[in-house]
C-alpha cells in the first residue's frame, strides 16, 4: 500500500506498525526512526524560519496562539499527486502543527483517483493507543496493532506501578514560551502516570494562554519544559523567557533544583507511540524510578 503521512505522529505509527517501506511520501518534520524515514521523499515546507524567530515571533505569525490561526506547513501538492498514494494520514485537531485538514481534502480531491484519507485526533492517551489499532485496521495488520497496543498499554502499567505510593509532586507542563501555555491533550496523564500531579490543564482540555500569576500561584514543585516542536536545545537558548519572570527563583520547583528541559517533540507534543516513552521519563524526573530504558541526558535535563 502506497502511504503518505502529513503527520509526525502518524509516521511514528506507521514505523511501529512495521510498515515504514510503504511509506512513499512524508513531511519535513517526520524524522523517526531515522535509518528508515529519512529516504522518503518529502512533501511539505514550513512557511516560517522558526530557527530564526522567537517564541513570541512565532506566536504572533501563526496568529498569536500556538493551536490555532494559519499552518506552518506548505503542501506541495504536485509532489503528492505524483506519489499516487492510496492513502494520506493527516490530522484536524491543530492547524499549526500539520498541514491543515481542509487543504489536505481539496489536494486529494484533485488527485481524482480513490485517495483514502484518514484524519487522527487523539486527545487522550487512550485516544493515542486506539490510533495504532485505527491506522492498522486500514492498514490490514489489525492483530499487529492490537498487539503492539496493548504492549503499550503494558509499558503505561509498568510506569504506574513503579510508583505506586510515593508522595504525588505538584507539576506545572509548559508548552509553550512566549506566551506561556499549559500542556494539556495527553500530557496532564502522562504526569498522572508517573506519579504526579498535573496543574493547570486536564486530560483531554484544548489549552489556552496562562499568565504568569497563574503559574506563581499553583507554586509547582517540578516545572516541566517542553514546548511544542522544539528541540532541548533550542528550549534551553530560550530559557531567559522563564528566568528573567518575576518571582521565578521563588518558586518551589526552582528553589529545590527541579526544573527540567524534555524532549517534546520526540514523547510529548506528538500523539504517537513514543507517548508512553515520555510517562517512562517523567517517571524518572519525578521519582528517579526505572520503567523502562536508562533515561538519557537528551530526553531530559535540569534546566
Not at 33 to 58: C, H
Not at 77 to 87: C, F, G, I, Q, R
Request: charged content about 25%; some cysteine.
Amino acid at each position: 500500500m502506497r502511504i503518505v503521512s502529513l503527520l509526525p505522529a502518524a509516521t511514528d505509527i506507521v514505523a511501529e506498525l512495521g510498515l515504514s517501506t510503504q511509506l512513499v511520501g512524508r513531511t519535513h518534520e517526520c524524522d523517526w526512526p531515522p535509518g528508515e524515514v529519512a529516504s522518503v521523499p518529502v512533501v511539505t515546507g514550513a512557511d516560517l524560519d522558526q530557527d530564526r524567530l522567537t517564541s513570541r515571533e512565532i506566536s504572533d505569525a501563526v496568529g498569536g496562539s500556538a493551536h490555532s490561526g494559519s499552518s506552518l506547513y506548505t503542501l506541495d501538492t504536485e509532489a503528492l499527486s505524483a506519489l499516487s498514494p492510496e492513502v494520506v494520514l493527516t490530522q484536524d485537531l491543530c492547524d499549526v502543527c500539520a498541514v491543515s485538514y481542509e487543504r489536505v481534502g481539496r489536494a486529494v480531491r484533485l488527485l481524482n483517483s480513490g485517495t483514502r484519507v484518514l484524519s487522527l485526533e487523539p486527545r487522550t492517551l487512550d485516544d493515542v493507543l486506539d490510533c495504532l489499532v485505527t491506522v492498522g485496521t486500514l492498514l490490514g495488520v489489525r492483530d499487529r496493532a492490537q498487539q503492539r497496543r496493548a504492549g503499550l498499554s503494558d509499558r503505561l502499567d509498568r510506569v504506574r506501578a513503579s510508583v505506586a505510593g510515593r508522595t504525588r509532586p505538584r507539576v506545572v507542563a509548559i508548552e509553550w514560551l512566549d506566551p506561556l501555555w499549559p500542556a494539556g491533550h495527553w500530557v496532564p496523564e502522562q504526569v498522572t502516570a508517573a506519579g504526579g500531579e498535573p496543574l493547570l490543564a486536564a486530560p483531554g482540555e484544548h489549552t489556552k494562554p496562562m499568565t504568569w500569576e497563574a503559574v506563581r500561584s499553583a507554586r509547582p514543585d517540578v516545572v516541566l519544559v517542553l514546548p511544542c516542536g522544539f528541540p532541548p536545545d533550542r528550549t534551553v537558548r530560550e530559557r531567559e523567557l522563564l528566568t528573567s519572570l518575576p518571582g521565578w527563583q521563588d518558586l518551589p520547583a526552582v528553589r529545590s533544583e527541579r526544573v527540567w528541559v524534555l524532549d517534546g517533540p520526540s514523547y510529548f507534543n506528538r500523539p504517537g507511540p513514543r507517548v508512553v516513552r515520555g510517562a517512562e521519563v517523567l517517571a524518572h524526573v519525578l521519582h528517579g524510578a526505572r520503567a523502562g530504558e536508562p533515561v538519557t541526558p537528551a530526553e531530559a535535563r535540569r534546566l
